[in-house]
Nanobody
Framework: QVQLVESGGGLVQPGGSLRLSCVAS????????MGWYRQALGKQREVVATITSGGSTNYADSVKTRFTISRDNAKNTVYLQMNNLKPEDTAIYYC????????????WGQGTQVTVSS
């Protein structure tokens, strides 16, 4: 069984920066992709950024000029560098892992709160 542990969330002022980390541990053999999703209060969950084991990345339009996703394959760790944060970035951020498998399934972290407010 795989567990995901997120860290790095917190309270920042508009224009500030945060770096989120997610470590996957447990009985995991290979990872197809890792990513970050977020869910703001009263809104549906949305994808923020994803990265494959080969390094291909994808970003939501709202964050692509401000956020950077990266990963360390050897450590099964994914990062999200968030710069120029805006109040609309406030949400619970969830780490996501898609293992290499003939059947698609997702593993989710507990979530970490990011609050952008003055």
């Amino acid at each position: 069984q795989v567990q995901l542990v997120e860290s790095g969330g917190g309270l920042v002022q508009p224009g500030g920066s945060l770096r989120l980390s997610c470590v996957a541990s447990g009985s995991i053999f290979s990872i197809r992709s890792m990513g970050w999703y977020r869910q703001a209060l009263g809104k549906q969950r949305e994808v923020v950024a994803t990265i494959t084991s080969g390094g291909s990345t994808n970003y939501a339009d709202s964050v692509k000029t401000r956020f950077t996703i990266s990963r360390d394959n050897a450590k099964n760790t994914v990062y999200l560098q968030m710069n120029n944060l805006k109040p609309e970035d406030t949400a619970i951020y969830y780490c996501n892992v898609v293992p290499q498998s003939i059947l698609r399934y997702d593993i989710w972290g507990q979530g970490t709160q990011v609050t952008v407010s003055s």
